[in-house]
T-cell receptor, first 115, second 117 residues
Framework: AQKITQTQPGMFVQEKEAVTLDCTYDTSDQSYGLFWYKQPSSGEMIFLIYQGSYDEQNATEGRYSLNFQKARKSANLVISASQLGDSAMYFC????????????FGKGTKLTVNP | GAVVSQHPSWVICKSGTSVKIECRSLDFQATTMFWYRQFPKQSLMLMATSNEGSKATYEQGVEKDKFLINHASLTLSTLTVTSAHPEDSSFYICSPKKGSNSYNEQFFGPGTRLTVL
């Protein structure tokens, strides 16, 4: 079975600073994908970044980067130059390739960006 | 990204009534549809997976007779909450999947907030 663990219920960061949101995962699959989503108070799930298990380089998307450490089974999200609009819930999720390919989510981290 | 719509965005109903939620993928065909439920301050929990034209597969603990899923076309799926009760009040989110090659993306509808009085 797959499991995602996000150990930080809440995080605070000053505007313009960088912040790391932790995510560890557990799976016996060799091929899998890791996702990060942002959920503002409106409820919509906004896709941020994806990392495949066979990708050799860490994924980056603008101010978002994923610190992927396969041996440690961690996929931390790094947000650089935080903005007030980054305040939201952030979810880490995993999907095994093949099968139903459903996403399994962590419990989430609430990020608050202070001015 | 992909455009996914859900209707209604919010609904309030009386206990015992049924509510239908529609999910449409507007710019792609969804071979698979995932339906999630999210209680306040909690994570998304998968309720069921459906493929176009076939019966849905429900997760353990989800009553298939209570949560009816229809995936009649590649662009439309519906979730009907039958005989709703206050404990069914939640945020329901659909997530259509394009196809087997879209392994690196998964989009979500804007969600439907259901309140059962």
């Amino acid at each position: 079975a797959q499991k995602i663990t996000q150990t930080q219920p809440g995080m605070f960061v000053q505007e313009k600073e960088a912040v790391t949101l932790d995510c560890t995962y557990d799976t016996s699959d060799q091929s899998y994908g890791l996702f990060w989503y942002k959920q503002p108070s409106s409820g919509e799930m906004i896709f941020l970044i994806y990392q495949g298990s066979y990708d050799e380089q860490n994924a980056t998307e603008g101010r978002y980067s994923l610190n992927f450490q396969k041996a440690r089974k961690s996929a931390n999200l790094v947000i650089s130059a935080s903005q007030l609009g980054d305040s939201a819930m952030y979810f880490c999720a995993m999907r095994a390739q093949g099968g139903s390919e459903k996403l399994v989510f962590g419990k989430g981290t609430k990020l608050t960006v202070n001015p | 990204g992909a455009v996914v719509s859900q209707h209604p965005s919010w609904v309030i109903c009386k206990s015992g009534t049924s509510v239908k939620i529609e999910c449409r993928s507007l710019d792609f065909q969804a071979t698979t549809m995932f339906w999630y439920r999210q209680f306040p301050k909690q994570s998304l929990m998968l309720m069921a997976t459906s493929n176009e034209g076939s019966k849905a597969t429900y997760e353990q603990g989800v009553e298939k007779d209570k949560f009816l899923i229809n995936h009649a076309s590649l662009t439309l799926s519906t979730l009907t909450v039958t005989s709703a009760h206050p404990e069914d009040s939640s945020f329901y989110i659909c997530s259509p999947k394009k196809g087997s090659n879209s392994y690196n993306e998964q989009f979500f509808g804007p969600g439907t907030r259901l309140t059962v009085l």
